[in-house]
T-cell receptor, first 113, second 112 residues
Framework: GESVGLHLPTLSVQEGDNSIINCAYSNSASDYFIWYKQESGKGPQFIIDIRSNMDKRQGQRVTVLLNKTVKHLSLQIAATQPGDSAVYFCAENMEGSNYQLIWGAGTKLIIKP | KAGVTQTPRYLIKTRGQQVTLSCSPISGHRSVSWYQQTPGQGLQFLFEYFSETQRNKGNFPGRFSGRQFSNSRSEMNVSTLELGDSALYLC???????????FGPGTRLTVT
């Protein structure tokens, strides 16, 4: 079935550099996307979301970009810090799916000192 | 405000046994969702409860069940455990129909 997937399972970034985590989705009916961060030993934590009528949304040090033409979602983290080390999940909601999110497999972000 | 709590944090069971996991949502949250997380599989949605009623259900066998109490606390039960049930079980709460869910730390279940 259609699902959300990630291009890279592991991403290593130098501390202070920007990180870009990518996510591909295949369901054109998805109308909402969300990024979660999961640190070791903890449950996922909401980072930022975006609706399908937008192509960019910014938060504190994070930006989510949505390209509906190629069904691609990305999370950009500015000036990556050691505390950003975690697994990042993208999730999508299909219109009419009753708020049930479909989750990607996750990307592990490693920060190099 | 206290976060979502889950008990126990770790559990070891043998095949064929059953297990009950507990989740206490954030005060005031009425929606509780359960997820199974296994390495490389991301989060798989199990079910969601709201006001003591199951409102959504994922594609899991009937061995997986849950319930919600009047104080919004929720339990999930897995009967006749299989080795493949070994996973981290996460509970998340939210006000109502919201994508912004607050997750607990999870219960790590190991089936031997």
């Amino acid at each position: 079935g259609e699902s959300v997937g990630l291009h890279l399972p592991t991403l290593s970034v130098q501390e202070g550099d920007n990180s870009i985590i990518n996510c591909a989705y295949s369901n054109s009916a998805s109308d909402y996307f969300i990024w979660y961060k999961q640190e070791s030993g903890k449950g996922p934590q909401f980072i930022i979301d975006i609706r399908s009528n937008m192509d960019k949304r910014q938060g504190q040090r994070v930006t989510v970009l949505l390209n509906k033409t190629v069904k691609h979602l990305s999370l950009q983290i500015a000036a990556t810090q050691p505390g950003d080390s975690a697994v990042y999940f993208c999730a999508e909601n299909m219109e009419g799916s009753n708020y049930q999110l479909i989750w990607g497999a996750g990307t592990k972000l490693i920060i190099k000192p | 405000k206290a976060g979502v709590t889950q008990t126990p944090r770790y559990l070891i069971k043998t095949r064929g046994q059953q297990v009950t996991l507990s989740c206490s949502p954030i005060s005031g949250h009425r929606s509780v969702s359960w997820y199974q997380q296994t390495p490389g599989q991301g989060l798989q949605f199990l079910f969601e409860y709201f006001s003591e009623t199951q409102r959504n259900k994922g594609n899991f066998p009937g061995r997986f069940s849950g319930r919600q109490f009047s104080n919004s606390r929720s339990e999930m039960n897995v009967s006749t455990l299989e080795l493949g049930d070994s996973a981290l079980y996460l509970c998340a709460s939210s006000w109502d129909r919201s994508y912004e869910q607050y997750f607990g730390p999870g219960t790590r279940l190991t089936v031997t």
